[in-house]
């Protein structure tokens, strides 16, 4: 026999119709989804995860973020940010620029000069990475 999954949080279901009316983006759509199922109570964990197209590990964690600090943290919660790029904004403009006029021959002289320009210490296998992101062959 399977076992349902319900979420206990009555206050919860007002919140989520709410919500609901007014959600903008497909992320929110998903997430309030998978607690309206849950506080149906008539799906288990992976029935839900199936349904919202996630794993059951993610649903289990989502409903425990509903549970400890509310519908407001799981709608606000942003993860897999990762780390900020190392070439961005002016040193990236500056880089693609000299790219397309074949300012430097070889991947040293980038990489010197995003040192002395940027302040920027990347490895050759760095700047050959961020060359090609630029549009270098």
Same mark, same amino acid.
């Given at each position: !026999?399977?076992?349902?999954?319900?979420l206990k949080r009555p206050e919860?279901?007002?919140?989520?119709? *709410?919500?609901?009316?007014?959600? =903008?983006?497909?992320? $929110? !759509? $998903?997430?309030? *989804? +998978?607690?309206?199922? +849950?506080?149906?109570?008539?799906? #288990?964990?992976?029935?839900? *995860?199936?349904?919202?197209?996630?794993?059951?590990?993610?649903? +289990?964690?989502? !409903?425990?973020?509903?549970?400890?600090? =509310?519908? $407001?943290?799981?709608?606000?919660?942003?993860?897999?940010?990762?780390?900020?790029?190392?070439?961005?904004?002016?040193?990236?403009? =500056?880089?693609?620029?000299?790219?397309?006029?074949?300012?430097?021959?070889?991947?040293?002289?980038?990489?010197?000069?995003?040192? +002395?320009?940027?302040?920027? $210490?990347?490895?050759?296998?760095? #700047?050959?990475?961020?060359?090609?992101?630029? =549009?270098?062959?």
């Amino acid at each position: !026999m399977r076992k349902t999954f319900r979420l206990k949080r009555p206050e919860v279901a007002a919140a989520v119709a *709410a919500r609901w009316r007014e959600a =903008g983006s497909a992320r $929110e !759509m $998903e997430r309030l *989804a +998978a607690v309206r199922l +849950a506080l149906q109570g008539a799906s #288990t964990l992976e029935e839900i *995860a199936r349904s919202v197209g996630r794993g059951r590990s993610t649903v +289990a964690e989502w !409903m425990r973020v509903v549970r400890e600090e =509310g519908l $407001e943290a799981l709608l606000g919660r942003h993860q897999g940010r990762g780390r900020a790029p190392q070439v961005c904004g002016a040193a990236l403009r =500056g880089l693609r620029k000299g790219v397309r006029r074949g300012r430097w021959k070889r991947a040293v002289e980038v990489q010197a000069w995003l040192q +002395a320009r940027h302040g920027l $210490e990347l490895s050759l296998n760095g #700047t050959r990475y961020w060359l090609k992101k630029a =549009g270098a062959s």
